[in-house]
C-alpha cells in the first residue's frame, strides 16, 4: 500500500474497525471522542466528503495517514509514514474504487444556467407531468421544489422539478428537460429511524417517489441515497462506510448501465463487515425501472 491508496480509506471504517463509533452523526461529518488523546467532551470530526479529521482539543487533523500516525504515537507505537502504512493494511483496510459504467456526460446547456427562485410546485405544467408518472402532488412536495431557471446560452427560461443534492446543486425534470443545476453530485434522504440499519439505492428521483408511493406515501424506516447519475456511484462509499448498516437494498433499472452499476456496488458492500445485499429487481421485473413499473399498476403510459 502506498500513501495515495492509503488516503483513499475512510477514515470513519478505520474508526470502526477499531470498536470507536460516533457519538453525533449528520450527513456530512461525524463526532467522536478523540482516539489520539485523553478527553471527556467529544470533540473529534470526521468531514466525511473531504475524508479528512479535525481534533478541535487540540488543532490537530489531517488525511488517513495523518490519523493512523497520531494513533499509533498516542498508543505509544512506532509512527513513522511507513508504520502508518504498515498498520493501516495489518488492520485489514484498503481503498475501493468505483469503476465507472460510463463517464459523466453532462448537457451542454448546464453550465449556463442560473437559478432565480424555487417555491413549492403550483405550475399545472409540472402538476401534470407527475401525474403523468403516476407521483400524488403531496408526496412530490415533500421532496421536490418548483425551481424556477434562466438558461443564459438561449436567452429562455423554464420551470422545472428540482431535488437538491449534496453538492448545493439541483437535479432538475421536466417534460421536455434534464439536466443538473449547480455541481453534479448525490442526494440524500434520511430516514424514519434515527440510526438506521438498512439503505436504499435509487438511480433517479421518479423512481424514489414511486417506490414510496407504492408504500402508501410513507417514508422508508432507513435511509436512501438517489445516485442522479450513475457516474456519482463513487459517491455512495463515504455515506456508508462506518454507519453500521446492516442491509442495502438496490433499486436500479433493469437495462445493462443498472445491471452493471448493480454489480459494481455489489462488489463495494463485500469490502464492507456484516453488511447484506438485497437487489430489489425482481419487484419491477420486467420493467425498465420503478418508475415504469409503478406506472404499470396504475394503468399509465408516458
Known amino acids: 500500500m502506498n500513501i495515495d491508496q492509503a488516503k483513499e480509506i475512510s477514515i470513519a471504517e478505520i474508526l470502526n474497525r477499531l470498536g470507536i463509533h460516533p457519538r453525533k452523526t449528520t450527513a456530512t461529518k461525524q463526532l467522536y471522542l478523540s482516539p489520539v488523546r485523553q478527553e471527556k467532551t467529544p470533540s473529534f470530526y470526521v468531514y466525511l466528503k473531504d475524508n479528512r479529521w479535525h481534533d478541535f482539543g487540540d488543532g490537530r487533523g489531517g488525511d ?49 444556467l442560473i437559478i432565480k427562485k424555487t417555491r413549492s410546485i403550483q405550475r399545472l405544467g409540472l402538476i401534470h407531468y407527475l401525474e403523468k408518472r403516476g407521483i400524488p402532488l403531496e408526496l412530490a412536495d415533500q421532496y421536490l421544489k418548483e425551481v424556477y431557471v434562466y438558461n443564459q446560452r438561449t436567452g429562455k427560461n423554464l420551470f422545472a422539478l428540482g431535488l437538491d443534492n449534496e453538492e448545493g446543486g439541483y437535479e432538475l425534470r421536466n417534460p421536455y428537460f434534464k439536466g443538473t443545476l449547480g455541481p453534479k453530485a448525490i442526494s440524500f434522504i434520511r430516514g424514519r429511524n434515527p440510526k438506521p440499519e438498512t439503505i436504499h439505492i435509487f438511480e433517479g428521483m421518479m423512481d424514489y417517489l414511486s417506490a414510496i408511493a407504492q408504500f402508501k406515501g410513507n417514508r422508508f424506516k432507513g435511509d436512501t441515497i438517489i445516485l442522479n447519475s450513475l457516474a456519482c456511484l463513487k459517491q455512495v462509499g463515504p455515506y456508508m462506510q462506518g454507519y453500521g448498516y446492516r442491509v442495502a437494498y438496490t433499486w436500479l433499472d433493469n437495462d445493462k448501465a443498472g445491471q452493471d452499476a448493480t454489480g459494481i456496488l455489489a462488489d463495494f458492500f463485500k469490502t464492507q463487515n456484516d453488511l447484506t445485499h438485497k437487489r430489489m429487481n425482481r419487484i419491477y421485473a420486467p420493467h425498465k425501472d420503478v418508475n415504469a413499473w409503478h406506472m404499470h399498476t396504475l394503468g399509465l403510459n408516458l
Request: proline residues 10%; glycine residues 4%.
Open 64 to 112: 488517513p495517514v495523518d490519523f493512523a500516525q497520531a494513533y499509533l504515537k498516542f498508543t505509544r507505537e512506532a509512527d513513522t509514514v511507513s508504520d502508518a502504512l504498515r498498520w493501516l493494511k495489518n488492520i485489514g483496510l484498503g481503498p475501493y474504487v468505483f469503476e465507472p459504467v460510463y463517464p459523466e456526460t453532462p448537457a451542454e446547456n448546464e453550465a449556463s
